[in-house]
């Protein structure tokens, strides 16, 4: 643990727009909301010499006073959870960032996680605290996972996702049976729910929000198949589920899966899931981008256990 001094913090373009709340909670990592909301309001954070709220959005230019803190947690040096930091880099530019995410690491810290992908990047990036994460990846799942480098940047990102299919995100997981080749597209409400102290639990239900999943199968092996799937909605675990309803579970996954199945062809090492490609369309000055993740050396052996395929037959060129 660690003490800070009195800092005065000067808004740039990329930070404008901001409630001050949330600006202080972005560059405080790891002190609690509740102290945050003190320290506002009892005036020690001020914004050009002056007392402000919580909801005070911020302009370019301010200047912003943030009072010395007591005991902050210190940044973990989380890079050491990444091997070969580089190799898993996909794509980096002044606004975005897109790594490959490695299976069995959270995105972010929390849940009983102390570090993520994004805790792991702002130790090691120049742009610090600037980095936000575009989406979440399941633990489990790799593959590519966008970080965006600028808030404006951000937005345009967030507000693409917010429209099915503008920015296009394909998958390939292996499903336990043989996927029928005239399933292409699952069109099922999905609800989630959770209760304090455990993780989130998704479902096919009619009271759920509308999800789209695409699905083309690839290859078949005894009693599984690889697929590509394509969600064109956003929801928590959404192919997972869908591949359930389907009576397809995924390959090793130990919350929607079948256990006793893994055993049978001994697999279940890991989710199978790789978020393979991603296409960003041109977004504000933004050209458009077309990514993509390689599976990595677990997947690839759990694969070859049971199918015979080429990996350049598993990403869609089109």
Known sequence: MTGTKVQIVTIDIEAAGQRIDNFLIKNLKGLPKSRIYRIIRKGEVRINGKRCKAQTRLLSGDQVRIPPIAHLPERSSAIGSFHDLDSLILYEDTHLLVVNKPAGMAVHGGSGVSVGVIESLRHVFPEGNRLELVHRLDRGTSGCLMVAKRRSYLKHLQ?????????????????????????????????????????????????????????????????VSLI????????????RVHARWARHPLVGDSRYGDEDRDRTISMGARLMLHAAQLHIPALGDREALDIMAPIDSLFRSEMKKVVNIEEKYLFKTK
């Open 159 to 223: 507000d693409a996702l917010r429209q099915p299919g503008q920015i296009k995100k394909r998958y390939i997981a292996m499903v336990h049976g043989h996927w029928p080749d005239q399933l292409a597209c699952i069109n099922e409400s999905l609800l989630t729910s959770s209760k304090t102290g455990r993780e989130r639990i998704t479902r096919v239900s009619p009271d759920g929000k509308r999800a789209i999943t695409e699905f083309q199968l690839v290859a078949r092996g005894d009693d």
């Open 228 to 239: 590509r799937a394509s969600p064109l909605t956003g929801r928590t675990h959404q192919i």
